[in-house]
Nanobody
Framework: QVQLAESGGGLVQSGGSLRLSCAAS????????MAWYRQAPGKEREFVAG????????RYGYSAKNRFTLSRDVAETTIFLQMNSLQPEDTATYYC??????????WGQGTQVTLSS
């Protein structure tokens, strides 16, 4: 199994930026994919951005395009989400997800991002 620990959330003004981190531990040698999701109150969890760990290929969800950038530190088995031009609709709990080559799925505890107008 892989354990995940997110950090970097907080309160930010509209137009501001935040950088989220997700550190993986445990069976990281089995990592296949890591991704960010978010869930706003009363809404379903939605995909934000992800990276195929084995190839480095990055993909983005609609809400992230042109504003968010996913990157990784392979040595630290950590992914980052740089979020710019944040808007009130970006208020959500952001979750990190990992999948392994054994088809195991892990979720982090989430980090809260709150936008103030």
């Amino acid at each position: 199994q892989v354990q995940l620990a997110e950090s970097g959330g907080g309160l930010v003004q509209s137009g501001g930026s935040l950088r989220l981190s997700c550190a993986a531990s445990g069976s990281t040698f089995r990592l296949y994919d890591m991704a960010w999701y978010r869930q706003a109150p009363g809404k379903e969890r939605e995909f934000v951005a992800g990276i195929r760990w084995t190839t480095g290929n990055i993909r983005y969800g609609y809400s992230a395009k042109n504003r968010f950038t996913l990157s990784r530190d392979v040595a630290e088995t950590t992914i980052f989400l740089q979020m710019n031009s944040l808007q009130p609709e970006d208020t959500a709990t952001y979750y990190c997800k990992a999948e392994t080559t054994y088809s195991e799925t892990s979720w982090g505890q989430g980090t809260q991002v709150t936008l103030s107008s």
